[in-house]
């Protein structure tokens, strides 16, 4: 019988996608899109992320349309980058690794200026905290109507996602998201067929698997990342989870990415570390927002210690209620940790900080079972987003800046 350890580094399959282990990079928006065009530093961070031996890296954030975009400053799905997607996309799989990407819609949350009737839509009426400084304090509920042409703007991006060589899709169900704002009792308060039940708030996310599945076809791999919990009260519980899941997976969902929490409402339930709070003061331009945040910060960013592996015990009922493939994520820094979870019957490990203080993670952990990443969860990356040039391990900060590797 093949050994936890090295069960991760074993060739394995997504429907008809072949990757080289499982261990994947998960999303982590970088920050590296200027004006929402992917350009050379997006490309050497995914073919860096490739050379260091994962199977696949996860391109974030690709918004399903532009008034998906939190800001302009993000890549939307569309022909204007077509050319630098394919030219990212090539480079990592000369690396060996595949690419998928991450498909989402901000929803009711965006500071935009460029959004479409200056006023974010969700699935029901909300302050948008995000916006006040940009004079988008409001955010509209969304009619029927608009959520059908919602729901057909992510089929129209995965096509255009499949066209320019992407290999999977992960489909953003999580975080506080567009598709988890409705799946969230706390931020869906509507009275008709997509509000009340939990079926009524999985409509439109099973809507959107549904047309990104006629989209792509059969044999395309698609993957999901939920929030197990969103961390607050009255949100989407860990026992609601498993029936999300079961949900996903009954709609044709292939992999499961079990995550937590959400960015507007308890992001450190995701981010365990040390707090975002003192480097997003540091780099809020906005003097209001900083005034905002100094105030509404300390509730917001609540303490999470780092744990390693701090979602198993929520992850492993989700693997055990369901059949198709489960990806673990949260908190993964040793070899003893990917043996864990591959012990724990995971199908892929995700890692996100781990892999930007060492992209050479895969080669590391396979040569040496007493592996240990040195991220200290400081969370410095995650505060860099919108700094200029994007993110970068404070710890490690030329680890995106080399050459490309010569072929051996
Ligand atoms: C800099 C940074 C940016 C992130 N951006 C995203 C994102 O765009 N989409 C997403 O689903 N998660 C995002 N995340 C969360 C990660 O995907 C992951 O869930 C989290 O970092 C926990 O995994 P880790 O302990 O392996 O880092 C981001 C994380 C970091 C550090």
Do not use: F, K, Q
């Given at each position: 019988m093949t050994d936890p350890l090295s069960r991760c580094f074993e060739e394995t399959r997504v429907r008809g996608l072949v990757l080289r282990n499982r261990l994947i990079k998960a999303a982590t928006f970088e920050g590296k899109t200027p004006g929402g065009v992917p350009g050379e530093a997006l490309t050497r961070l995914h073919e860096r992320i490739g050379e260091g031996g994962v199977g696949m890296t996860t391109l974030a954030y690709c918004a399903a349309e532009a008034d998906g975009r939190i800001h302009a400053d993000m890549m939307y799905m569309h022909d204007g980058i077509r050319r630098q997607l394919e030219a990212l996309i090539a480079r990592v799989h000369a690396t060996g690794a595949k690419v998928s990407g991450q498909l989402g819609h901000c929803g009711n949350f965006s500071k935009n200026r460029e959004l479409r009737g200056h006023r974010p839509l969700g699935p029901s009426r909300a302050i948008n905290t995000l916006g006040f400084a940009a004079g988008l304090p409001f955010a509209g509920a969304l009619t029927v109507p608009q959520i059908r042409e919602r729901v057909a703007t992510f089929a129209t991006a995965a096509r255009f996602m499949q066209s320019v060589g992407f290999d999977a899709i992960e489909i953003h169900f999580?975080?506080?998201?567009a598709i988890s704002q409705f799946i969230s009792p706390r931020t869906n308060r509507r009275?008709?067929?997509?509000?009340?039940s939990l079926l009524n708030r999985m409509r439109f996310g099973l809507e959107v698997l549904e047309a990104t599945r006629a989209a792509v076809g059969d044999d395309f791999p698609l993957l999901g990342k939920i929030s197990m919990s969103d961390g607050v009260r009255g949100g989407v519980s860990y026992a609601d989870s498993v029936e999300i899941a079961a949900m996903l997976e009954k709609g044709g969902l292939d992999v499961i990415v079990c995550s937590g929490g959400t960015s507007s409402m308890n992001p450190m339930l995701l981010f365990r570390g040390d707090s975002l709070l003192e480097g997003m003061i540091e780099q809020e331009k906005n003097p209001l927002m900083r005034a905002a945040l100094k105030l509404v910060g300390p509730k917001l960013f609540r303490k999470y210690p780092y744990e390693e592996l701090y979602f198993l015990e929520q992850a492993r009922r989700i693997r055990d209620r369901v059949d198709c493939g489960v990806c673990y994520i949260g908190g993964v820094c040793t070899a003893e940790s990917l043996a864990a979870a591959m012990r724990e019957g995971f199908d892929f490990v995700q890692l996100g900080r781990a892999l930007l203080f060492d992209p050479d993670l895969a080669a590391h952990a396979a040569s040496d079972a007493a592996y240990v990443n040195g991220?200290?969860?400081?969370?410095r990356c995650a505060t860099l987003i919108e700094a200029p040039g994007g993110i970068e391990c404070?710890?490690?900060?030329?680890n995106f800046t080399v050459a490309p590797r010569s072929p051996a």
């Open positions: 999580g975080h506080g998201y009275t008709d067929e997509y509000g009340g991220c200290t969860h400081c969370n404070v710890l490690r900060p030329d």
